[in-house]
T-cell receptor, first 118, second 113 residues
Framework: AQKITQTQPGMFVQEKEAVTLDCTYD???????LFWYKQPSSGEMIFLIY??????QNATEGRYSLNFQKARKSANLVISASQLGDSAMYFC???????????????FGKGTHLIIQP | KAGVTQTPRYLIKTRGQQVTLSCSPI?????VSWYQQTPGQGLQFLFE???????NKGNFPGRFSGRQFSNSRSEMNVSTLELGDSALYLC????????????FGPGTRLTVL
């Protein structure tokens, strides 16, 4: 079974609209971290936002917020007021085994290709 | 502060050859992780080094190896290259193992002919 599932291969959104990118995850660990990365066509992975499994509040970073629903194992990324520069691939990722002494590498979803239209 | 640097940025090799990729982490960061990105398999974790020791390893054959030096710079080696090794290889650095954030470099695009 996939550990990270992103069900939207591609999305077209009008500029200035809000957009939600879906991500569900599967883990039996109690301690884990969830991440969203943006990858423009240049290839570099840009960190956007992080949510720890024990964090009670949803994470926010500027225009980015993470809608964390632990019971549903869902960690959707919300981008408010989208901009043309937001066009890129977006990856949801998880890091398990987070027990202070170390952790596994990031497990990534297949990504969502977001295109912002003017 | 300078970001993560990877060299070379592009590389073309032929089957059977070996290749070494280099990654210099952000100054002060001691953990370096490597990832392979292909259209078919997506992004996959290769290994993580911290304080010159391999801490974690992904599910890759022994042809893939790495090391980390005392200055935290890391190298990744792939021996006996196969066509399927063509990929973007990304390096990420973090202050310590298990750190929340990983800062990625621009990647090395390897093409195997």
């Amino acid at each position: 079974a996939q550990k990270i599932t992103q069900t939207q291969p591609g999305m077209f959104v009008q500029e200035k609209e809000a957009v939600t990118l879906d991500c569900t995850y599967d883990t039996s660990d109690q301690s884990y971290g969830l991440f969203w990365y943006k990858q423009p066509s240049s290839g570099e992975m840009i960190f956007l936002i992080y949510q720890g499994s024990y964090d009670e509040q949803n994470a926010t970073e500027g225009r980015y917020s993470l809608n964390f629903q632990k019971a549903r194992k869902s960690a959707n990324l919300v981008i408010s007021a989208s901009q043309l520069g937001d066009s890129a691939m977006y990856f949801c990722a998880m890091r398990e085994g987070w027990s202070g002494g170390g952790a596994d590498g990031l497990t990534f979803g297949k990504g969502t290709h977001l295109i912002i239209q003017p | 502060k300078a970001g993560v640097t990877q060299t070379p940025r592009y590389l073309i090799k032929t089957r059977g050859q070996q290749v070494t990729l280099s990654c210099s982490p952000i100054s002060g960061h001691r953990s370096v992780s490597w990832y392979q990105q292909t259209p078919g398999q997506g992004l996959q974790f290769l290994f993580e080094y911290f304080s010159e020791t391999q801490r974690n390893k992904g599910n890759f054959p022994g042809r893939f190896s790495g090391r980390q030096f005392s200055n935290s710079r890391s190298e990744m080696n792939v021996s006996t290259l196969e066509l399927g090794d063509s990929a973007l290889y990304l390096c990420a650095s973090s202050p310590r193992t298990g750190s929340q954030e990983q800062f990625f470099g621009p990647g090395t695009r390897l093409t195997v002919l």
